[in-house]
């Protein structure tokens, strides 16, 4: 049988009269409103003369009006509050179902283009051996027929022979026998056979390899970064950042292409560099039709190999004033695009040019305005955002995930970097923060 519930949760609605523990004859009287203790008359004497206390009496009174105002908005406020957090703790619980569906049939379509394509090529390495073994059976099928042929011309000449051979001369013997045995000589019957030659060699099936091909599920809110150093350099802000292995030396340069100034730069996955430019001529934040706004994508040497100014149609621009630039190992090319002074978005577009997808920040206090970014190895997107002190964390298709760092943990961030674990964040007062990053 169920317990039944408390009528009373917070006490009973007739209690004994207590008595004080220190001084065990008196009755506790008062409440101490500093020290949040029932006391006898004595302890008030004693041991809270100087405290703020009263009477039990008159503080129940005094508590039961105010108890009446907080249980009004307990029922009329509190509750629906509750009831609304209620709410949307189930929508998020479908919207996580709803997302975990999603990356479930991903899976399943990475599953069915491994599987089509493993198929496609089990036909193929099938039509491989087929078409070796009708080329090898041809040449078979030619040497049957001779061997048929010759057959048929030995038994002939057998035949010819003992029909002939009483009525024969010595001469034409002696030919028939040489004919005979050049018909029936083993080189001339037998020719060497084609053989079945091709030969399957099965390829690495490590479950390593597999797993690779699959790809692999990422927990988004297991991704953390811990500060491990944080320095002083100066007191301007950091405008960049770039990490790199002590074995090695990189040098990025800006370089001026009048009337197209630079402003970011970085090395491409081919070797060359994917640099912002804009014009000189014309406001940076209301560009004209003849104005220039580009990622241009140049050899060490400066020759151009492709230039991204505006979309598919030829019309739109990509940016208004692209500033930061990196590429993602997926060769996703991630762009800072800056439309004010104080607003921004990032603008992803596939190695080809044409655009992938627009991240325009999440709903917070201040407007939107990204800094700088950088990718991870599972070419996550991490970008920096100044006027919220907010570090985000998106997908390789620019969705958000979650905030890394918010306010509480970095202050006014413009530039990163990332290399192997190591996330370096400077902010806008020349501090930099060193953080483990792990997957």
Request: with cysteine; net charge neutral; charged share 30%.
């Amino acid at each position: 049988m169920a317990e039944e519930e408390e009528e009373y949760p917070f006490g009973t609605p007739q209690e004994h009269a207590l008595i004080c523990e220190k001084h065990n004859s008196m009755p506790i009287d008062f409440i101490c409103e500093d020290c949040e203790e029932f006391v006898c008359t004595k302890c008030v004497k004693e041991d809270h003369k100087d405290h703020n206390w009263d009477t039990i009496t008159t503080a129940a009174t005094l508590k039961s009006r105010g108890l009446l105002k907080t249980l009004t908005k307990i029922e009329e406020e509190d509750i629906q509050e509750i009831d609304e957090k209620i709410e949307k703790v189930s929508k998020q619980m479908e919207e996580n179902k709803k997302r975990c569906e999603q990356e479930v049939s991903r899976i399943q379509r990475q599953y069915d283009a491994m599987v089509g394509k493993l198929d496609k090529i089990r036909k193929q390495q099938e039509k491989a051996l087929g078409d070796s073994l009708t080329s090898k059976n041809a040449d078979l099928s030619q040497v049957r027929s001779g061997l048929e042929e010759k057959k048929k011309k030995v038994l002939q000449s057998v035949k010819s022979f003992r029909k002939n051979s009483s009525k024969m001369t010595d001469i034409t013997l002696l030919k028939t026998h040489q004919n005979l045995t050049k018909l029936l000589s083993t080189k001339k019957i037998f020719t060497p056979l084609s053989e079945f030659s091709s030969r399957y060699e099965c390829g690495d099936f490590s479950e390593e390899t597999l797993k690779s091909m699959m790809g692999q599920n990422i927990d988004y809110e297991k991704i953390t970064v811990t500060l491990v150093n944080s320095f002083q350099w100066g007191n301007k802000p950091i405008q960049l950042l770039k990490a790199i292995d002590k074995s090695t030396c990189s040098v990025s340069i800006l370089f001026s292409t009048d009337p197209l100034a630079p402003d970011g730069i970085c090395q491409t996955k081919d070797g060359g560099l994917l640099v912002t430019l804009e014009d000189t001529e014309t406001d940076k934040y209301q560009p004209k039709s003849h104005s220039r706004r580009l990622v241009r994508h140049v050899t060490l040497t400066g020759d151009i190999i492709r230039e991204y100014e505006y979309q598919e149609d030829g019309q739109t621009r990509l940016f208004t004033w692209p500033s930061m630039v990196k590429q993602n190992a997926n060769n996703d090319i991630c762009v800072i695009n800056w439309k004010n002074k104080t607003n921004g978005d990032l603008v992803i577009l596939f190695n080809a040019g044409s655009l992938k997808s627009v991240y325009s920040g999440q709903k917070q206090k201040r407007e939107f305005k990204p800094t700088d970014v950088a990718n991870d190895p599972h070419c996550n997107i991490i970008l920096s955002e100044a006027n919220n002190s907010t570090i985000h964390l998106l997908s390789p298709e620019g969705k958000f995930m979650r905030y890394l760092l918010t306010e509480n943990q970095v202050v006014h961030p413009v530039a990163i970097s990332l290399r192997s674990s190591t996330l370096w964040i400077g902010d806008a007062y020349g501090c930099i923060n060193v953080f483990q990053y792990k997957l």
